[in-house]
């Protein structure tokens, strides 16, 4: 799985130079993919999807519906489900 990620970071920023990091608005992701299974990225994937942006000034935007909001603390669960997070 490492290094399919780490692949697909090395595809993602081949594409950010090929096509100049001027020509690209945003990458929007899904945090938790649930129309294909649940499929929950690793830890460190949003930390270096992150740094990617960063480096070639492209927005992040990250779609939070399908995973909503738990807070298992306090035992709360918000809804965020018409939320998109921009960062």
Not at 13 to 39: D, F, K
Not at 69 to 74: D, I, R, S, V, Y
């Amino acid at each position: 799985m490492e290094n399919a990620i780490a692949n697909a970071f090395h595809i993602f920023e081949e594409i950010i130079q090929m096509e100049g990091p001027n020509t690209i608005a945003a990458i929007l992701v899904e945090g938790i993919t649930g129309s294909n299974g649940l499929l929950v990225p690793p830890d460190d994937y949003y930390p270096k999807l992150r740094a990617l942006c960063d480096k070639y000034g492209v927005l992040l935007i990250d779609d939070e519906v399908m995973s909503d909001l738990a807070e298992p603390e306090n035992g709360s669960l918000r809804n965020i489900s018409a939320f998109v997070r921009i960062s």
